[in-house]
């Protein structure tokens, strides 16, 4: 006798088919509504990485017809944020590194770009050599800094823990270069 209310109660659960819709609405929508929240975060990822790259090769385009009259780092970073418009707080989130080059004695420059690794502290760049002489090659990375719109969840998650900071900023490199127009 008490074998057969389990049994009774399994044989009820298995005819009737009351809530099958809920339940596969509460299986499903996490899945959809992560699916959801990575691309809209992927597709600012690539708005913002865009709208760097586009003023930074605006910006190195200004300096190759003004026949090589480099500005100092804060007001080449401030002429890339306002061609950019999607860069938070610009001071502090992105840092330019130039860097001289010779083509015919290459050596590679650092692999890891200059970025700023804590908000809070603003260092000078790494390295920023505005004085190439003539003909020179120059090469210049804007690196920018940013905190996930969606930073606990979804994609956003992934990309702040990716290098592994306690800030949770994702990081979004462009490069550029350009030769010194002779003198």
């Known amino acids: 006798m008490i074998c057969s209310a389990p049994r009774a109660l399994l044989r ?3 005819r009737e088919d009351d809530a099958v819709v809920t339940v596969e609405f509460v299986l499903l929508m996490p899945l959809y509504f992560f699916m959801l ?3 809209v975060e992927l597709g600012l990822v690539n708005l913002r990485h865009s709208q760097l790259e586009r003023a930074l090769d605006i910006t190195v385009r200004e300096v190759r017809l003004n026949t090589g009259a480099v500005k100092d780092h804060d007001a ?3 002429t890339i944020c306002d061609l950019s418009g999607l860069i ?3 001071a502090s989130s992105l840092r330019l ?5 010779d083509p015919f004695a290459w050596v590679a420059p650092n692999a890891e770009p200059d970025c700023i690794s804590d908000p809070e502290v603003i260092n000078s760049p790494r390295e920023f050599n505005r004085s ?3 003909n020179d090659l120059m090469l210049i990375r804007a690196c920018m800094r940013f905190k996930p719109i969606f930073s606990s969840w979804g994609l956003g998650e992934d990309l702040a823990n990716a290098d592994g900071s306690d800030f949770g900023l994702v990081s979004l490199v462009a490069t550029s270069a350009f030769v010194q127009e002779p003198r």
């Not at 590194?97 to 080059?101: A, F, N, T, V, Y």
């Open 12 to 14: 009820r659960f298995r």
């Open 88 to 90: 938070d707080n610009c």
């Open 97 to 101: 590194e130039m860097i001289q080059l």
């Open 132 to 134: 190439g002489n003539s």
């Open 76 to 78: 080449m970073r401030d």
């Open 37 to 39: 929240i990575s691309t």
